[in-house]
């Protein structure tokens, strides 16, 4: 038991360069989300659902993190920061990172039954913050869904996913293999569109400063000879 505690602790500050040590990883909020998860996921599958809940509430109380006790997650999941809400038919693989506001939530069925209605998310997948990602879908395994995007389609695996609605952008194999990458989101790929539009503006915008200096200068010779007559 304490070697698994420790192995988790030591997997959240392989990819959270802020804490000092173990002792400090232990007062993350996240951390804390996990562990009363663990025990309300115990009674729900118990079928004890009100003391499960109660535990749930006491959990989103004290952390701003709201699971679901009847959401499935494997090992070492680490949500850094908090405010994050996790649907009850969600299912996270091991080594998943979320940051903080991010929402696995659930389609409305039409047919009036429960069934799976929350994202499945793979193994080692990081979800950056304010992501929202939306019902009975599967994040494939090491896939990054970048700051704010908004995933209602299955994600290939390795993709990364950035934009409202969410597309898919091509990241290299050299990005792809990183063990890590904060927040899902390589810091170059979200930028270039960006870059790219304002370079071209700043072109044209070039291109029309010499038009219209051409134009002046073919005007003032026509300007002067009609002073002469």
Known sequence: MLERLIAYLDSIKAR????????????????????YHRAAHWLFEAELY???????HWSRMVTG??????AKIGRNFFIDHGFTVIGETAEIGNNVTIYQCVTLG??????????????TIEDDVIIGSGAQVIGPITVGKRAR??????????VPEGATMIG??????????????????????PCDDPCEPSRDCVEKLENELKALRQEIAE??????????????D
């Open 145 to 154: 869904i970048g700051a704010n995007a908004v995933v209602t389609d299955a």
């Open 65 to 70: 993190i709201d699971i679901h006790p009847g």
């Open 164 to 185: 409202l609605k969410a597309r898919s952008t091509l990241v290299p194999a050299e990005e792809w293999m990183k063990e890590f990458v904060p927040y899902g989101t």
């Open 106 to 119: 659930g389609t409305n069925p039409t047919n009036g039954k429960g069934g799976k209605r929350h994202p």
């Open 50 to 56: 009100f003391l499960a809940r109660l535990i749930n």
């Open 215 to 228: 134009l002046r200068s073919a005007g003032e010779p026509a300007k002067r000879s009609g002073t002469g």
């Open 16 to 35: 959270d360069p802020a804490p000092r040590s173990r002792w400090e990883v232990l007062l993350y909020p996240g951390v804390w989300a996990l562990a």
